[in-house]
């Protein structure tokens, strides 16, 4: 049991230090990032509601989405003793808007087709997001949120059809094919830092001489 929690322990430092970093690497376009979920959430409430009529539609979900990523669309404005909260700050708000609300919406709408290439979409602009831990944590955490928000909302337990059963199989491969490009990304990204250190020490070792 020990060795579990601190296997869990190191699973999360790591997971922690590597969503810093990604935050840091992405810092340029969060302000597009922000703009096109802040515009894209009512906007394609009308294209789902009026243009094409889906079963389930939530105008508040959606509101709600957009308030959430005004504070990242003015992230350069935030007070300085703050900013240290925004990785956690676009943590959360990945959480909601990707996996949680693409998995709540794929549900209440018995996996339309749309919703179905919908989830596919967001699942590919995680994997372009995030690291291939953090990955993983996003899905399971938003995944797991969305079935419980479903189930309170609808009053029944979620329940697989044969029908949607053979698309699991293609997310399955987005998965762990986004996880294993993601994973050799960070080798590589840590093998160059490696390097780049190893040279700047010889480097000082040669002007010291």
Not at 10 to 36: M, N, P, Q, W
Not at 74 to 88: I, M, T, V
Not at 146 to 154: D, G, I, P, R, T
Not at 183 to 192: F, Q
């Amino acid at each position: 049991m020990k060795y579990l929690l601190n296997r869990l322990g190191r699973i999360g430092s790591a997971a922690a230090e590597a969503f810093k970093r990604d935050t840091a690497l992405f810092s340029t376009r969060h302000l597009y990032f922000g703009l096109v979920a802040g515009f894209g959430y009512p906007l394609y409430y009308v294209v789902w509601q009026v243009l094409f009529p889906q079963p389930y539609e939530t105008l508040g979900l959606r509101l709600a989405g957009s308030v959430i990523f005004i504070p990242i669309i003015l992230s350069r404005l935030w007070p300085q003793p703050l900013k240290r909260f925004f990785p956690l700050y676009w943590y959360l708000a990945l959480v909601f808007s990707l996996p949680f609300f693409f998995t709540y919406m794929l549900l209440m709408n018995n996996s339309s087709t749309v919703w179905l290439l919908s989830t596919l979409v967001a699942l590919f602009v995680m994997i372009l997001l995030l690291d291939w831990i953090n990955l993983l944590v996003h899905i399971t955490l938003g995944v797991a949120c969305a079935v419980l928000a479903y189930h309170f909302m609808s009053g029944v337990s979620v329940t697989l059809t044969f029908e949607s059963l053979e698309y699991v199989p293609i997310y399955m491969f987005a998965i762990v094919m986004g996880t294993i490009v993601n994973y050799t990304a960070d080798k590589m990204r840590a093998e160059r830092r490696t390097a780049m250190l190893a040279t700047a020490g010889m480097v000082a070792h040669e002007l010291r001489t």
